[in-house]
């Protein structure tokens, strides 16, 4: 697995043509680093515009909020980022990711310390802002792919409105949405998918970003009375999670992201009616 490389961290992030190979396969592009929007220069995003190659954008939608006390708060948008990342590498140089939104609507975990949380109407004004902004350059396909749950029913009853206001096809997954029940069955003992800070995102951390997994000095059974949660069910819930963390492996989470890269991969595809 290759180290984090630009912008938010993020693994895979092929630099050589021999990284690229054993990472994906097949012949490298020119520069992997260009599938993020934030990396090009006004000149590269012009010219890839201009001359006709660029078909869709993935704009990725995470939160910063607690992950219990072993992962990183910023999880969610990078393991969206992540996703979108490879999917774009594999429709290289087609498709561009976005600048990732990485606050969200997080404010059933305000009672964890470090969560930050937007309003509803804040994350959709700054999320369709974003494709507007787009669209203005003249991006005609943007799929909005998201990792945290908080996120999911604001943005499915807004994409429809998004699409019309714009006038220009936009769409919106959760990465998870990848995973059919035979695969939960196949790849997670706990078998769900993605809860939260469990076994899945863990895995999904190890595989992709292992230098957010920090389990020194973590110690739940202790910590677990002074945490103040103060609904019953959600700290219940949260100790299972815990427990369930430690079923984790990188081998399951490289097995889940490759088939999250695809499914998404594929979305895409679909939004590029020559591809189809
Ligand atoms: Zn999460």
């Not at 998201?146 to 006038?167: D, M, S, T």
């Amino acid at each position: 697995m290759k180290n984090s490389t630009a912008g938010l961290g993020l693994p895979h992030t092929a630099s050589t043509a021999a990284d690229w190979s054993d990472a994906i396969g097949g012949a490298p592009p020119a520069s992997a680093r260009n599938v993020l929007l934030w990396e090009n220069t006004r000149k590269e995003f012009r010219e890839l515009l201009e001359g006709g190659d660029l078909k869709a954008v993935i704009l990725p939608v995470g939160s910063t909020e607690q992950h219990n006390e072993h992962l990183a708060m910023i999880q969610d948008t990078a393991s969206a980022t992540l996703v979108a990342q490879q999917a774009a590498l594999l429709l290289y140089p087609r498709v561009l990711v976005a600048t990732p939104v990485s606050v969200g609507i997080s404010p059933h975990w305000m009672d964890r310390k470090g969560t930050l949380t937007l309003r509803k109407e804040t994350f959709l004004a700054v999320v369709f802002e974003i494709c507007e902004s787009l669209q203005v350059h003249g991006v005609k396909s943007i799929l909005i792919l998201n990792g945290h749950g908080g996120n999911v029913i604001p943005l499915q009853e807004a994409v429809n409105w998004f699409r019309e206001k714009l006038g220009i096809d936009v769409r919106f997954h959760s990465y998870w949405e990848a995973y059919t029940p035979e695969i939960v069955e196949q790849y997670m003992e706990s078998k769900r998918v993605p809860g939260h800070a469990a076994e899945f995102e863990t895995s999904f951390a190890l595989a992709g970003f292992p230098e957010r997994v920090r389990w020194e000095g973590v110690d739940y059974d202790t910590v677990k009375s002074t945490l103040g949660i103060r609904d019953p069910n959600s700290a219940a819930e949260e100790e299972q999670f815990a427990r369930d963390a430690r079923l984790a492996t990188a081998e399951k989470g490289e097995a889940m992201i490759g088939i999250a890269v695809e499914w998404v991969a594929e979305r895409v595809r679909e939004m590029m009616p020559e591809e189809t």
